[in-house]
């Protein structure tokens, strides 16, 4: 089946400092990603759609300065939390369809961001 | 605001019960509707997806839409306490990207 690679799996950094999760699609090419962000105990809530070689779609109230995509080939997407706050602290996962608008998504296994 | 409803539970079955889980959603255009399951800690992995109205039946799971109702249901037969996980309902938005409900927590008990 599609696998999608998501790294790094967690990390903590410090209040001010910048992360960036990469995610890759291993076996398909991804013309579409998706970032989506949890908090605990909290549904999957989209951040922002990517699409490669051009601008990410940012959802209602996300600070697109602040969480910067870049979608540059088929196969690999980043997610860049800069001047990361402890707010920011949550479960980033990304995802990405195959084939067709219909298709199901298939999810990376997230990365769990601490904020000290 | 488009809006997929779930009752977050927990609902707790016995092992070997039908566990049923609900789930309505507000936009009507809406075509394809996907279960997903989430265990702590982990990303979500699909279930089923399901376009058509009526059942569709996968091993021990099935799911049921209903347009008309804007209803979209999971049931799991034969429960099993490695079923027990947040279960998430999802609709797709205007072809792209998938809107979540909360999810519903199960609990099977051995």
């Known amino acids: 089946g599609a696998v999608v690679s998501q790294h790094p799996s967690w990390v903590i950094c410090k209040s001010g400092t910048s992360v960036k999760i990469e995610c890759r699609s291993l076996?398909?090419?991804?013309?579409?990603m998706f970032w989506y962000r949890q908090f605990p105990k909290q549904s999957l809530m989209l951040m922002a759609t990517?699409?490669?070689?051009?601008?990410?779609?940012?959802e209602q109230g996300v600070e697109k300065d602040k969480f910067l995509i870049n979608h540059a080939s088929l196969t690999l997407s980043t997610l860049t939390v800069t001047s990361a706050h402890p707010e920011d602290s949550s479960f980033y996962i990304c995802?990405?369809?195959?084939?067709?608008?219909?298709?199901?998504?298939?999810f990376g296994n997230g990365t769990r961001l601490t904020v000290t | 605001q488009k809006e997929v409803e779930q009752n977050s539970g927990p609902l707790s079955v016995p092992e070997g019960a039908i566990a049923s889980l609900n789930c309505t959603y507000s936009?009507?255009?809406?075509?394809?509707f996907f279960w997903y399951r989430q265990y702590s800690g982990k990303s979500p992995e699909l279930i089923m997806f399901?376009?058509?109205?009526g059942d569709k039946e996968d091993g021990r799971f099935t799911a049921q839409l209903n347009k008309a109702s804007q209803y979209v249901s999971l049931l799991i037969r034969d429960s099993q306490p490695s079923d027990s996980a947040t279960y998430l309902c999802?609709?797709?938005?205007?072809?792209?990207?998938?809107?979540f409900g909360k999810g519903t927590t199960l609990s099977v008990s051995s």
């Open positions: 076996d398909f090419q991804a013309t579409t």
């Open positions: 936009d009507r255009g809406s075509q394809s």
């Open positions: 399901i376009y058509s109205n």
């Open positions: 995802s990405a369809i195959t084939t067709g608008a219909n298709s199901p998504l298939h």
């Open positions: 999802a609709f797709l938005q205007a072809g792209t990207a998938l809107i």
């Open positions: 990517s699409n490669e070689g051009s601008k990410a779609t940012y």
